[in-house]
């Protein structure tokens, strides 16, 4: 395989996550697709920069550092506890025995991973048996810090506007799929995650929602301040006065928040919340 290259790419599909319920009674699996954002710690087993298996990374998290690129959970974990389930195991941590064994649900979202072949995917756990998809479109990209640090020139706003244009652009793209999906596979019901405006607002108002290091990042990082934690660096002290874990990703807490919105609330999941979807019949 060859050797992905840095964190480049890793922001291509930042928050952009399809996951899967099976059928009811209570959702007894939960498969995950996407970056970063959910990776459990399939980048461990690939020859990719992009890991986050090292202090601080897992700080808080039951296990330590599993690969998991936060501090704590993914949302992915709190939907799991949510749903009575095991945190979802990542797919290349199994082996061959657990693969064919495990039911409950695997993780194949890898850090730094490309653009997924969305419709190809769904196509295809449709065609296996899957009826319930939740789909998050891409958060504001062009707010990210090591976005922001490594423009030429400083924003207006906190936020490249110009990269997010290209986000609300994509966001669309995932819409008109959801729309044709689900016109086109008889009885599946589709939630979509829209994260882009309430992570815009958290970004432009981080003290209105608690947030009160602001847009400052957590752990240590390097390249005036466009990579991933340094190893081994002693992170803030309070980690849930911060959006930002590293340079690209949120902290457990944003993730704590989007994860309860999205599975007892109304935003930023629609037109069902998470709960409801498993509900369902
Ligand atoms: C759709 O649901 C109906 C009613 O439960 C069922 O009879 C039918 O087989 C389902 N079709 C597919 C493709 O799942
Ligand atoms: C950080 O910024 C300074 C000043 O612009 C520059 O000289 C230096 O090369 C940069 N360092 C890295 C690692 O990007």
């Known amino acids: 395989m060859p050797k992905r290259s840095n964190f480049r790419p890793l922001f291509l599909v930042l928050l952009h996550v399809i996951m899967v319920l099976s059928e009811t009674p209570l959702a007894p699996a939960l498969y995950v697709f996407g970056d970063s954002l959910v990776d459990s710690g399939n980048n461990n087993f690939l020859?990719?920069?992009?890991?986050?298996?090292y202090k601080p990374y897992g700080i808080d998290f039951p296990l330590g550092p599993a690969g998991r690129f936060t501090n704590g959970k993914t949302i992915m974990d709190f939907f799991a506890e949510s749903l009575g389930l095991p945190y979802v195991p990542a797919y290349l941590s199994l082996s061959n025995d657990e693969k064919s064994k495990v039911a409950t649900g695997v993780n194949y979202a890898s850090g730094?991973?490309?653009?997924?072949?969305?419709r190809g995917t769904a196509l295809r756990l449709y065609s296996i048996g899957s009826r319930k998809f939740v789909v998050f479109k891409?958060?504001?990209l062009g707010?990210?810090?090591?976005?922001v640090n490594s423009a030429n020139r400083k924003p207006n706003t906190p936020c490249i506007e110009a990269v997010n244009q290209l986000v609300i652009i994509f966001n669309d793209k995932i819409l008109e799929t959801i729309i044709k999906l689900r016109g086109d596979l008889e009885n599946s019901t589709f939630v979509q995650g829209n994260i882009y405006l309430s992570s815009y607002t958290t970004n432009l108002e981080p003290c209105t929602f608690g947030f009160t290091a602001g847009r400052s990042i957590c752990c240590v990082v390097g390249g005036n301040g466009t990579t991933t934690c340094l190893q081994n660096q002693t992170p803030c002290a309070d980690r849930t006065k911060y959006i930002y874990w590293d340079t690209f990703h949120p902290t457990e807490e944003v993730n704590r928040q989007t994860a309860i919105g999205c599975f007892s609330g109304r935003s930023p999941c629609v037109p069902l919340n998470i709960n409801e979807l498993a509900q369902r019949q």
């Open 138 to 140: 891409m958060g504001p």
């Open 112 to 118: 730094s991973a490309g653009f997924l072949p969305e």
């Open 47 to 53: 020859e990719t920069t992009a890991v986050a298996n």
């Open 143 to 147: 707010c990210l810090p090591a976005i």
